[in-house]
């Protein structure tokens, strides 16, 4: 298995541009997450999705980002004005219905000059 | 809510000795998952263990091993025989009860950095 595939792996944009991370699950995965890391905050989980439908947003920062999951084997984060506070690394994360263990992807470093 | 507190920062070992990472959190719940994650600098979150709380024996992976203290609250990660490859953050996190659906939220604590010592 090629495990969960995030891209792009480096993604430099200026302020007021569209931002769009991808990311592919493990296939058969029924949950996928998006956490976002910075070094003031740590990781965050920003929203995730269970067969394809949103579950909890509640960790999105603002209406500047949404997700969207149009089928099961691909995902979107989209950032829309970017800022330059948005600099992170993002993660993709997925798992089996059957267990309660996520698997990352290589994640997306995200800088907004 | 849920809190997971690593209190190390940075911790290094020589090669092939022992290293022991702690790591407590604070939850209300009486079933829930802990797990290790290590990031070496690739970024690559790769799981290490995990735990679920209802289960009273501590896991073991090959050379980790967690000291599972629920009463005290506390998840150490024990590493034998530290390798150079073992060099990496280390990340606590919890998961909250399974009977909880949409309760899929990990929680993460800050992380220690583990140097390897040649």
């Known amino acids: 298995d090629a495990g969960v595939i995030q891209s792009p792996r480096h993604e430099v944009t200026e302020m007021g541009q569209e931002v769009t991370l991808r990311c592919k699950p493990i296939?058969?995965?029924?949950?996928l997450f998006w956490y976002r890391q910075t070094m003031m905050r740590g990781l965050e989980l920003l929203i995730y999705?269970?067969?394809?439908?949103?579950?909890?947003d509640s960790g999105m920062p603002e209406d500047r980002f949404s997700a969207k999951m149009p089928n099961a084997s691909f995902s979107t984060l989209k950032i829309q004005p970017s800022e330059p506070r948005d600099s992170a690394v993002y993660f993709c994360?997925?798992?089996?219905?059957?267990?309660?263990?996520?698997?990352f992807g290589p994640g997306t470093r995200l800088t907004v000059l | 809510a849920q809190t997971v507190t690593q209190s190390q920062p940075e911790m290094s070992v020589q090669e092939a000795e022992t290293v022991t990472l702690s790591c407590t959190y604070d939850?209300?719940?009486?079933?829930?998952?802990l797990f290790w994650y290590k990031q070496p600098p690739s970024r690559q979150m790769i799981l290490v263990i995990r735990?679920?709380?209802?289960?009273?024996q501590n896991a073991t992976e090959n050379r980790f091993s967690v000291n599972f203290q629920k009463a005290a609250k506390s998840f150490s990660l024990k590493i034998s025989d530290s390798q150079l490859g073992d060099a990496a953050m280390y990340f606590c996190?919890?998961?909250?009860?399974?009977?909880?659906?949409?309760?899929?939220?990990?929680?993460f604590g800050t992380g220690t950095r583990l140097t390897i010592i040649p």
């Open positions: 994360a997925s798992r089996p219905g059957r267990t309660r263990v996520q698997f």
């Open positions: 999705f269970n067969n394809n439908v949103p579950i909890d």
């Open positions: 296939s058969g995965h029924d949950y």
């Open positions: 939850t209300s719940e009486s079933d829930y998952y």
């Open positions: 735990q679920e709380a209802y289960k009273q």
């Open positions: 996190a919890y998961r909250g009860p399974i009977s909880n659906f949409g309760n899929e939220k990990l929680t």
